[in-house]
C-alpha cells in the first residue's frame, strides 16, 4: 500500500492505495472533481522528496505527499 | 539550526539568542531578517502551517550552501496563529565579511518564500482563509495534473 497525504489548505483525508508508480497516481487522482486545481499546481514528494517526474515507482510503504502553492513569512 | 515555535516569536529573545551563540565565533558580519504581520486587508492576524520534513531538508540543503561560503544560516518560524504586529519569521546570515552575508540573506529569503513548505491562512471575523493569491507553487509542480 502507498499512503498518499493532501498537504497544508487541501481539505482530504490521506488515501491508502494500491499503486505501483505516479502514472496510476495521477489517474486515480483526476477522477476525483474536488482536486482538479489542486493536481495543476501542486508539488510532488515521494518520501519527503520533491520530484519533477511522474516516471517514479512506488514500493509498499512509499508515502506520496501533494504539495499547494506556498507563503512561508 | 531551525527553530519552530506554536504561535507568535519572541523577537528580542530569539535575536540575542543567536547573537550570544556566535558573538566569538569570529564572524564579522550577522544580519538578521525580521517578518512582522502587517494590518492591512481587515485581517486580525495570519495563520500558518508547516510540513516538517521537507522543511528540514531545504533548510539543510540551504546550510551546506552556506557553509561552502564559511557562512551559517539561522531560521525560526510560527506554527498557528500570529496576530498583527507579531512576528512570524526570523532568519539570519553569519559571515566572515558582510558581502557574503548581504548576498545570502537576499537568495536565503527569496528562496524560502518561494520553495520552503508552509502556507499562510488570514486570519479574518474568526475564519482562516488560505492565502491562495499571494502563494507560489513550488518548481515543478502540476505533473499530476497533465493528462496522457
Redesign the interface.
Known amino acids: 500500500m502507498v499512503r498518499v497525504e493532501f ?3 487541501i481539505q482530504k483525508d490521506a488515501l491508502e492505495i494500491e499503486i505501483s508508480n ?2 496510476e ?3 486515480i ?2 477522477d476525483d472533481e474536488e482536486l ?1 486545481e489542486w ?7 515521494v518520501n ?7 516516471d517514479v515507482a512506488l514500493n509498499d510503504g512509499d508515502k506520496v ?9 | 539550526m531551525l527553530e519552530l515555535y506554536d504561535g507568535a516569536l519572541d523577537v528580542p529573545t530569539i535575536l540575542k539568542e543567536w547573537y550570544e551563540a556566535e558573538r566569538e565565533s569570529n564572524y564579522g558580519a550577522y544580519i538578521p531578517f525580521v517578518g512582522t504581520v502587517r494590518s492591512e486587508d481587515g485581517i486580525d492576524g495570519l495563520s500558518f502551517d508547516i510540513y516538517e520534513p521537507i522543511l528540514e531538508s531545504w533548510f539543510n540543503a540551504w546550510q551546506a550552501r552556506a557553509k561552502a561560503k564559511g557562512a551559517i544560516v539561522k531560521m525560526a518560524h510560527a506554527r498557528g496563529d500570529v496576530m498583527v504586529h507579531e512576528s512570524s519569521y526570523i532568519s539570519a546570515v553569519f559571515s566572515p565579511k558582510r558581502r557574503v552575508a548581504l548576498e545570502l540573506i537576499d537568495s536565503f529569503v527569496e528562496d524560502f518564500k518561494a520553495s520552503a513548505p508552509i502556507w499562510k491562512y488570514d486570519l479574518i471575523g474568526g475564519e482562516r482563509i488560505y492565502a491562495k493569491d499571494r502563494s507560489t507553487a513550488i518548481a515543478g509542480s502540476g505533473i499530476l495534473g497533465v493528462k496522457e
Open positions: 498537504l497544508g489548505p505516479l502514472n497516481l495521477a489517474a487522482l483526476q482538479q493536481l495543476k499546481n501542486s508539488a510532488v514528494a519527503d522528496k520533491i520530484v519533477v517526474s511522474l505527499s501533494l504539495l499547494p502553492p506556498v507563503c512561508g513569512g
